[in-house]
């Protein structure tokens, strides 16, 4: 009866139910239920709401300053403003454009197996590899508002639009990938060209150098990349002068041969963070994915398996070399990743689905699900417990503040009365997270908070701490009166 239930579905739509049934809940559940982390996630928060309330899309600002720190160009932070207009200034407005990026990355793992490979479990596997890599379903990863998640949509998207294109040398797939291309660098900068050497090598090792130069696609594609990127760097150069040698410092030189603010490491750093937990459920299983790809009768699944890892293995190369590292510089890798070791679990269960299904105790063969269920169990739910609960010191340090302020904004204008005047942070504490809430709450009270110097608080002030040295200072130094309490966060009023 259940077979015969699922035979009245067509197959496209039970496929598309079945890939919606693994990777919405990693990617949309609790979206907007941690406060903004500190760095690039909250910094471009302001930016997008400083862009929809002032319509100024050539220029992201930073206190209504032009932002030469983050030099990156404003794609993400475009959309990011979108989702404000349309949903209010919130965590999750200004995640939802990186958790959408997700989904489509996933989506377009599992169309290509079901267009290009006939197989829809092979689509689903991948996809489940992918929302099961804890380095993939992470803070500053796919669920925060930062730029690597739609960095990885449009890697993963030109590089198999090009993959394709020289498979089935259509020009259209040559266009889209310099489309793509365009995108990732207006997404990330010079990061968005970082897969381009794998590609090249590639076309060598395939012999096609000659076929893609001939093309003239290739010339239209190329001369969009360069219209759009030349276009708006010297555009924005022209109205925000220093600009240019601003990304030359951040991006270019500073960034890959300098190491930049203390945030180094050796050349086993991406390695041993994928192995260790980023990747752990799933690294043996990438040599196993190339030895199953050579034997494949499928050839061009199996060249899409190298080809897969001739991208992972260059761009790991690049950020390795790099001086800077950053514990989110490899997400563009996991896509990459997911494809190989799917196809792996995937011969298995298609080798478990060719036996004959009348041995079985059901008519159905359920072994390959069963399989499936068994692989993904654990890892799917590690990853639902990430996403559900918050990770462990999340509600200490500056966070508790952010959540505080959080909770005020969201409270009626009654609840709120015991922070209504001045209100102030140490400078101390205070960071680019604490400045996104301090934003809404100019929004929804008019207030202005500021951050402080400690030692020069004055009469009338209410001043916010979740620090045991700050409380005793001024229990010492300042007449008080505690006027408002939560969690280990303490508002006083100075007298």
């Not at 958790?99 to 006939?118: D, G, H, Q």
């Not at 190369?317 to 190989?340: C, E, G, M, Q, R």
Request: hydrophobic share 45%.
């Amino acid at each position: 009866m259940l077979k015969d239930l699922f035979e009245k579905i067509p197959k496209p739509l039970l496929g598309f139910l079945a890939f919606c049934a693994i990777v919405i809940v990693p990617i949309f559940a609790y979206l907007g239920k941690l406060p903004l982390q500190l760095w690039d996630e909250s910094r471009l928060a302001v930016s997008a709401y400083e862009m929809a309330k002032t319509g100024n899309l050539l220029i992201p600002t930073w206190n209504n300053v032009p932002d030469m720190w983050s030099t990156k160009p404003p794609f993400l932070i475009w959309q990011q403003a979108l989702m404000i207009k349309m949903l209010g200034p919130s965590e999750l407005a200004v995640r939802l454009p990186s958790a959408i990026a997700a989904f489509l990355t996933c989506f377009v793992l599992y169309r290509i197996s079901v267009k290009k490979f006939n197989s829809y479990l092979l689509g689903l596997i991948i996809a489940a590899v992918l929302v099961t890599s804890h380095g993939y379903v992470s803070l500053h990863g796919i669920r925060t508002a930062d730029y690597d998640s739609m960095l990885t949509l449009f890697t993963t998207l030109y590089c198999f639009s090009f993959f394709f294109f020289l498979e089935e040398e259509k020009p259209k797939h040559l266009m889209f990938s310099f489309v793509f291309m365009t995108l990732a660098v207006l997404t990330k900068g010079v990061a968005g060209m970082m897969a381009t050497p794998a590609l090249v090598l590639y076309t060598l090792l395939r012999n096609k150098v000659l076929f893609t130069l001939k093309k003239k696609h290739f010339y239209f594609g190329l001369g969009i990349f360069l219209l759009f990127i030349g276009g708006y760097y010297l555009l924005r150069e022209h109205y925000n002068p220093g600009y240019l040698a601003a990304v030359q410092e951040n991006e270019l030189g500073g960034r890959f041969m300098n190491t930049l603010e203390q945030h180094s490491g050796d050349a086993w750093y991406y390695y041993d963070r994928l192995s260790g937990f980023k990747f752990s459920y799933w690294m043996v299983l990438i040599p196993c994915g190339l030895v199953t790809a050579y034997f494949l009768e499928d050839k061009r699944l199996k060249r899409i398996v190298f080809f897969s890892a001739l991208v992972a293995l260059g761009y790991f190369t690049i950020i390795s070399t790099a001086k800077t590292k950053l514990n989110w510089y490899d997400l563009p890798l996991y896509p990459f990743l997911a494809v190989i070791a799917g196809v792996f679990l995937f011969s298995i269960a298609a080798t478990l689905r060719k036996l004959p299904a009348e041995k079985m105790i059901t008519a159905v063969n359920v072994l390959p699900f069963a399989f499936v269920l068994l692989v993904f169990y654990k890892p799917y739910n590690e990853t639902y417990v990430t996403v559900a609960y918050p990770p462990k010191g999340i509600e200490k340090d500056g966070y508790s503040i952010n959540l505080y302020l959080k909770k005020i904004i969201n409270q009626n204008s009654q609840e709120a009365a015991p922070t209504d005047g001045q209100l102030a942070v140490s400078t101390n504490v205070f960071g680019s997270n604490i400045f996104w809430y301090f934003k809404l709450l100019n929004r929804k009270t008019g207030q202005k908070p500021e951050s402080v110097d400690i030692r020069t608080l004055k009469p009338g002030l209410k001043f916010i701490t979740n620090v045991e040295s700050e409380k005793k200072f001024i229990a010492a130094n300042y007449p008080n009166k505690i006027v408002d309490q939560w969690g280990d966060v303490s508002v006083y009023q100075i007298q």
